[in-house]
């Protein structure tokens, strides 16, 4: 990759880059945190980018990048049907306005004909791999999306090796189209703070003075938070001040949690604040006693690296990328109740324990290969290994 990159930035004009935006929801979650976190990047590393984006996110992405191009499309299009329609149309109208080397699209979906050569990500493979974690409508949607963006695509990003092993495995592709881009995480955001922060959000939560285990992540099937309830009961019920489980993020579609629940006994405390704001995740974080995220399967795992940053003892599994994420930074588990528990007692009851990792916490993802590029590093290099693919060049020629 860096040959490639070595080779295109000697041109003497930037890679003309037109980012779909669109797709972002309106709380910046998802799709949201990684083209926020990307785009700086790109445009640091002499990308000249153009975004286009909704209406309601054009002054976020103004301000966030001064020397971008941001062109907001009509608040008509913010459904999702009507946002896939403006795709296929009125996105391959804007490629011929805005003229760039290359389109990239942040979330699955592109143009049917786009007239230029397209980057597409790839965030989740647990649609072929664990079918059973998602709505079957979200399934059918984004397993289609997936093997179309395999034939589309003249490069595919992906945020870690079990995406893109597992993508291969069950819609194909040839290995050469795929550019691992780790995650990475906002350090200026995500980092330790102070007492006083860390009380503010415990507050805020109602917790005030008390001691909490996090999860953090939308409540749907492969978070596995019945089982992370259930275990959390096992290792917390005995004790004289258990500490509560606080459940931050979306509602989900998982309806073993209810269930969960309502066992839980009277005497132990269990949140439901939904989502919580951006500027309280880094005291959310940092002020608990473990992130706990047991997950069955993940593209990648955004909480773990953003616990890891913020200085908490976190617990997750060995299951698809989370190993490629926590490395030897934190704790793992199985996935069953008692695993669950068993490790939240020894973090719980050893302080050592929960400390081991603390000189190893602040790391990038690793692979086997060695330490993982910065994500803005592997998507350039998709980026400029499309014109030299298409036998074109970043100056227009």
């Known amino acids: 990759m860096g040959m490639i990159v070595a080779h295109f930035v000697s041109h003497s004009h930037p890679i003309r880059v037109l980012m779909d935006g669109t797709a972002i929801p309106a709380d910046l979650g998802g799709v949201g945190r990684y083209v926020d976190d990307l785009v700086p990047e790109l445009v640091e590393q002499g990308v000249d980018l153009t975004m286009a984006v909704q209406e309601r996110d054009a002054e976020h992405f103004a301000l966030r990048l ?8 009509s608040r008509r299009f913010e459904s999702r049907p009507a946002r896939m329609a403006w795709e296929q149309t009125g996105l391959p109208k804007l490629i011929r306005k805005v003229r760039p080397d290359v389109l990239h699209s942040p979330h699955y979906t592109s143009p049917q004909f786009p007239g230029v050569p397209v980057v597409i990500t790839l965030h989740d493979a647990t649609f072929f791999s ?13 397993s289609t ?11 595919l990003v992906v945020p870690s090796l079990a995406t893109r092993d ?69 290792a917390v019920s005995d004790r004289s001040n258990p500490p509560a489980l606080v459940l931050a993020g979306g509602k989900g579609w ?25 500027e309280d995740l880094p005291g959310f974080l940092s002020g608990c006693v473990i992130l706990a995220y047991p997950s069955i399967a993940e593209g990648f795992g955004l909480p773990v690296l953003e616990a890891m940053s913020c200085g908490a003892a976190t617990l997750t599994t060995r299951l698809t990328s989370l190993p490629e994420v926590g490395g030897d930074a934190v704790a793992y588990c199985d ?23 603390e000189p190893r916490r602040f790391r990038a993802p690793t692979s086997s290969r060695g330490p993982a590029p910065r994500p803005s590093t592997s998507t350039h290099s998709a980026l400029l290994r499309v014109p030299e693919k298409e036998g074109g060049s970043t100056d227009g020629s």
């Open 335 to 357: 996935i069953d109740p008692d695993s669950i528990a068993c490790a939240l007692v020894e973090l719980l009851d050893d302080p050592l324990a929960a400390r081991r990792w």
């Open 66 to 73: 001064p020397s971008a191009r941001i062109i907001p499309i």
């Open 166 to 234: 597992e993508t291969i495995k069950y819609a194909g592709g040839d290995p050469s189209q795929f550019y691992v881009a780790y995650h990475g995480v906002d350090r200026t955001i995500f980092h330790p703070v102070s007492d006083a922060e860390r009380e503010r959000v415990k507050v805020s939560l109602g917790l005030e003075g008390r001691d909490y285990i996090g999860f953090l992540g939308t409540l749907e099937p492969r978070k596995n938070v019945p089982n992370l309830v259930r275990g959390w009961v096992k």
């Open 130 to 142: 664990h079918p059973q974690a998602h709505s079957r409508l979200k399934q059918r949607f984004f």
């Open 254 to 278: 998982d309806e073993d949690i209810d269930p969960a629940l309502a066992a839980v006994p009277e005497h132990l405390t269990v949140l439901r604040p939904g989502y919580l704001p951006l």
């Open 145 to 155: 999306a997936i093997r179309r963006a395999i034939r589309r695509a003249d490069a």
